[in-house]
């Protein structure tokens, strides 16, 4: 009974529950593909499998990414000091631009998936280029590579540098749509594709309806940006006068959860309707603290929706994000929210180390399904984590030896696994 | 005219004007421990010296940490969910009052003074403990490990746990003056001591008059802490109620600059008063932006302090910071102050990171002497940073890349000149 069954002995630390971590020495054992159980002994009925001892090793969930640009990743950690205007035409569309070239696409997402690769980060959503071919050459390495993934084709036809426009709903649409099928017909492993107008600012109404449709066509799921910053606000409100809110711009072509899965970066000036929405709609949110610092945008209630059930993972957004480490995207989660509760909001207290660590795994994981939990019948993601650059004389419990990982960074992962395969 | 001179080739960079980088390709030669000068090619004078070429690593000035505490190393970057006071009963006090015990101090400053070593630091200003004894050890380690810094035996007889105190002014005076007469016998090159009152609420007056004498008999400077918080200011207030603010707690007993030179880590919520005095008496502000945000201080209104000729550099204030990296330390000042015009004060533009290297080099340097720049007479401090790590097909400007070594981490420093030793 056990031919595709395996086991890893060691330290595990994962969250059932938000904001408690559950630490256990034992077996994780995988039987194709999923968890089969967590056991103290392996039991008899697993006598014979292989088992790898991960020693002293934190053993962990593998991470998933809610929200991240593949194109910007070379310049990622500069022009920090730039006004976000300057920023996008100075680095964001000249390098997202240069992605037509296939040659350049490739060569550059060789080297993201390859560090994308090294992190803690098993699963990811992630907006490539307009550009077709380049967005399937992204989804072929990440395949390749093993890790699990949503990947976008943006979709832009206003608001946008000529060289780098889809110029109409329906070359858009056709281009999409070729996109999708091309997806369909290739059937990459643990990559698939998600439906990404850039932003309602960069998206007509027309254009937009023709997503919405695609979405319901091809049934896949889609990612966007929502109430990053108060200017945006308005200049969505200025655009789309007949809507009562920014989420109604997606909302109302069927793009903002329910049947569509949805994600929603940043979230951090929702009026209540759309909390509401949301909510509702069971839209995740994407927490960017990182980016939200870097590009001045602000401190979203990521406590506030976590503590009231709002379905909420981490994003590293690069390249508004300075970093692909979850690890450190965990440390800057706590350090924003406890500037949100000094400056903006003393009724909700800080977040803890645990529930970001939740938001990294299991809060993420939740929209690639049974992700991000050493349950039975959860996807066996599996990352392994030599922190013993972070130890000393000094005996740390195993929380302390996570928040050192997030803090100090250092943290080596010395094996991954998803869906069962070792990737690394 | 050779003999104690050599020179480094390479890219330096540094910042003699704040905020703006001077980036330069040539040779920067060292004789009898200070900068002799810069030189596009080598002059005929020194002709025949020795050259080192750092190839395309980056050059930069020694980086100066004006506040860290030595003893909470061991735990950095843990409990950081903590409320302050059970952070100090559970964490630091029982950490530092270990310190009693040699062998303890001994292993653990070797950690400490290692890792300290592999950083961008050439010099520090940091707290030890109230033992004279581990005092003398750290000191003995950081000069023998060729690192610049001041070094302070804690003054500390009220408010703080039995185990950890020196009851009476008179005790404390009398170790700290065995210290002072230890310091005076060692001669540590490079190391000197620092008097250090904790802060108002652990220091009697009568017990700060008497730091205040041996300031001025032994010709010392001091460190201490200023309004971090307002429930410590609160508090000061209450010890001292003879007092117009926290500043003159100290200023009362010549413990506030002028001829006493003086390090203030945090200065986040000082009255106009105290903003004067700091001025006046040319005290040096330790902005610590990871400590600030991590215990929920708050942020320092550090942009405006630089921008108003302040004496300021940056503090790690490791382990309120959980880092000992300027150079992360550098990435959280710019991000804090992004928030901070976010949410508190929209007059003041946020830091930019030429002005936050500015800070870690040639602002906080200036403590020391003629340190932080690469210019005629300054003291030879350099250190050569290996951003290889970070570097990608883009091509970098060199602001950039010290933009990346600051967000991303990851760079090794491969050689590190102190007084024109290399002591790594």
Redesign the interface.
């Known amino acids: 009974m056990s031919d595709n069954a395996f086991a890893l002995k060691g330290l595990f630390v994962d969250t059932p529950e938000i904001g408690a971590l559950r630490t256990r020495e034992g077996y994780l054992v995988c039987k194709d593909g999923v968890v089969a159980g967590f056991y103290d002994t392996l039991p008899d009925c697993f006598s014979g499998i292989e088992v790898t001892d991960c020693g002293d090793a934190l053993v962990i969930p593998g991470m998933s990414d809610l929200h991240l640009h593949a194109s910007q990743y070379?310049?990622?950690?500069?022009?920090?000091?730039l006004e976000l205007l300057d920023w996008l035409d100075n680095y964001t569309y000249p390098e997202e631009g240069r992605y037509a070239d296939p040659a350049h696409a490739k060569?550059?997402y060789e080297?993201f998936t390859r560090d994308l690769l090294h992190t803690a980060t098993t699963r990811a959503a992630i907006f490539a280029t307009i550009h077709t071919d380049a967005t399937l050459e992204l989804m072929r390495q990440l395949s390749k590579a093993g890790m699990g993934a949503y990947v976008g084709k943006l979709n832009m036809d206003r608001n946008c540098p000529d060289y780098y426009s889809e110029h109409t709903p329906e070359n858009g649409e056709a281009e999409t749509r070729r996109w999708l099928e091309c997806c369909r017909e290739a059937g990459f492993a643990r990559v698939h594709p998600i439906l990404t107008p850039r932003f309602t600012p960069s998206v007509t109404d027309a254009y937009m309806e023709r997503i919405g449709k695609l979405a319901a066509e091809f049934g896949v799921p889609m990612q966007s940006h929502l109430s990053e910053n108060r200017s945006e606000i308005e200049w969505v409100k200025a655009l789309c006068p007949d809507t009562e809110n920014y989420a109604e711009t997606y909302a109302r072509f069927g793009l903002f959860g329910g049947d569509c899965r949805t994600i929603m970066a940043h979230c951090i000036y929702c009026p209540e309707e759309e909390d509401r929405m949301m909510k509702e709609g069971g839209v995740f949110i994407a927490h960017c603290p990182t980016s939200n610092?870097?590009v001045?945008?602000?401190?979203a209630p990521a406590a506030r929706y976590l503590r009231q059930g709002y379905e909420i993972g981490l994003g590293s957004d690069v390249a508004g994000g300075?970093?692909l480490d979850l690890f450190a995207v965990m440390?800057s989660a706590?350090?924003?929210s406890?500037?949100r509760?000094?400056?903006?909001d003393q009724s909700e207290k800080?977040l803890?180390?645990?529930e970001a660590f939740y938001m990294a795994t299991a809060g993420g994981g939740r929209f690639f399904g049974k992700v991000g939990l050493f349950e039975p019948g959860y996807r066996f993601d599996v990352v392994v984590v030599d922190d013993g650059k972070?130890r000393?004389?000094?005996t740390?419990t195993p929380g302390?030896r996570i928040?050192?990982c997030?803090?100090?960074?250092g943290a080596a992962i010395t094996a991954k696994y998803v869906d069962g395969c070792r990737i690394l």
Not at 74 to 81: H, L, N, V
Request: aromatic share 14%.
């Open positions: 070379s310049y990622c950690g500069t022009a920090m000091d060569a550059y080297i610092e870097n001045i945008a602000g401190i300075h970093t440390a706590v350090q924003v406890k500037l509760w000094r400056y903006v800080p803890t180390m645990a972070n000393n004389l000094r740390f302390e928040e050192r997030a803090y100090l960074g």
